[in-house]
């Protein structure tokens, strides 16, 4: 059971490139979050996705798209990347409607210079 | 809407000492789930713990506890005989119920840096 896993690790981005951080999980979760976490300022939440085809915009979306097409996959996508996107990123997927455990990724540190 | 403050940004203690790290929270819900989160130096989250709204009951497990109170809008979380290892940051969150089909997001706090030095 690998749990949620993301990918890559780290990332060094061009301003103006684009990219897609990957999330998976294998454990049949209907619920995945993306969250970026900048120093001293915890975590916000980017996007959410409560099923398969179903998204919506969380606190900070601006310069973010998604999309579910599986239960299992929920990509985040960076269009034209700028200096203010320069965060780590944590997905993260819980099961059912009732909130249990999240459980969370190992994050992604992306820079863009 | 909802709202979690950790007004501790840095508490840093003596091994062996007690410490508490303040968790407010603000949500027009009258169902919601509350919850710790550890974030050691390696960077990942560790769940500690999920508290719902109608559960006001203290929690103990082993060197930590936390208390609910709903009247003072908090939920407070003590670690006894703080070791090195405890040292991370501590995040307190907050979701509330999606009955009727809200958002059902988890809420963050900013966190607070806990340092315990040997």
């Known amino acids: 059971n690998a749990g949620v896993t993301q990918t890559p690790k780290f990332r060094i981005l061009k301003i103006g490139q684009s990219m897609t951080l990957q999330c998976t999980q294998d454990?049949?979760?209907?619920?995945m979050y993306w969250y970026r976490q900048d120093p001293g300022m915890g975590l916000k939440l980017i996007y959410y996705?409560?099923?398969?085809?179903?998204?919506d915009k969380g606190e900070v979306p601006n310069g973010y798209n998604v999309s579910r097409s599986t239960t299992e996959d929920f990509p985040l996508r960076l269009e034209l990347a700028a200096p203010s996107q320069t965060s780590v990123y944590f997905c993260?997927?819980?099961?059912?409607?009732?909130?249990?455990?999240?459980?969370f990724g190992q994050g992604t540190r992306l820079t863009v210079v | 809407a909802q709202k979690v403050t950790q007004a501790q940004t840095e508490i840093s203690v003596v091994e062996k000492e007690d410490v508490t790290l303040d968790c407010v929270y603000e949500?027009?819900?009258?169902?919601?789930?509350l919850f710790w989160y550890k974030q050691p130096p390696s960077g990942e989250l560790v769940f500690l713990i999920r508290?719902?709204?109608?559960?006001?009951q203290n929690e103990i497990s082993g060197r930590y506890s936390w208390n609910f109170q709903k009247s003072t809008s908090s939920f407070n979380f003590t670690i006894t005989a703080s070791q090195v290892v405890d040292s991370a940051v501590y995040f307190c969150?907050?979701?509330?119920?999606?009955?009727?089909?809200?958002?059902?997001?988890?809420?963050f706090g900013t966190g607070t840096l806990l340092a315990v030095q040997p």
């Open positions: 949500t027009r819900d009258t169902t919601y789930y």
């Open positions: 454990m049949n979760h209907n619920y």
């Open positions: 993260a997927s819980r099961k059912g409607q009732e909130w249990g455990e999240a459980f």
């Open positions: 969150a907050l979701s509330e119920s999606n009955y009727g089909g809200a958002t059902n997001k988890l809420i």
């Open positions: 508290r719902n709204s109608f559960d006001e």
């Open positions: 996705s409560v099923g398969a085809g179903i998204t």
